[in-house]
């Protein structure tokens, strides 16, 4: 069974910093794509940054030089540093993880339909 938990959110001021967490466990296949992904009320669901199985990153525009994806192998956890964070960052947060195949289309790693499994979701609240 893949499971996926995440944790970090909190509740910040803008320009603040927080660092998101998931831990991965039940997924058996050695090659993968993970994403961060936000929603916040009232909108749709964004892409907000992608790792494929070689490290390659993507990041939605807004979150560019702010954001930093990374993952560690051997602790089978994804981490997304947020700094400085706005208001318009506030949101659920959510991890995903897929096929490595979706890393093909580099574009495609921030389309939440690529994902296979995903997290329970940690809020994310950026005051002014």
């Known amino acids: 069974q893949v499971q996926l938990v995440e944790s970090g959110g909190g509740s910040v001021q803008a320009g603040g910093s927080l660092r998101l967490s998931c831990a991965v466990s039940?997924?058996?296949?050695?090659?993968?794509?993970m994403g961060w992904f936000r929603q916040a009320p009232g909108k749709e669901r964004e892409g907000v940054a992608a790792?494929?199985?070689?490290?390659?990153?993507i990041y939605t525009e807004s979150v560019k030089g702010r954001f930093t994806i990374s993952k560690d192998n051997a602790k089978n956890t994804l981490y997304l540093q947020m700094d400085s964070l706005k208001p318009e960052d506030t949101a659920t947060y959510y991890c995903?993880?897929?096929?490595?195949?979706?890393?093909?289309?580099?574009?495609?790693?921030?389309?939440?339909?690529?994902?296979?499994?995903w997290g329970q979701g940690t809020q994310v609240t950026v005051s002014s």
């Open positions: 995903a993880i897929g096929p490595h195949s979706i890393g093909w289309g580099k574009f495609r790693m921030l389309v939440g339909s690529a994902y296979s499994y």
């Open positions: 790792i494929d199985g070689n490290g390659g990153t």
């Open positions: 039940g997924y058996t296949y050695n090659n993968y794509c």
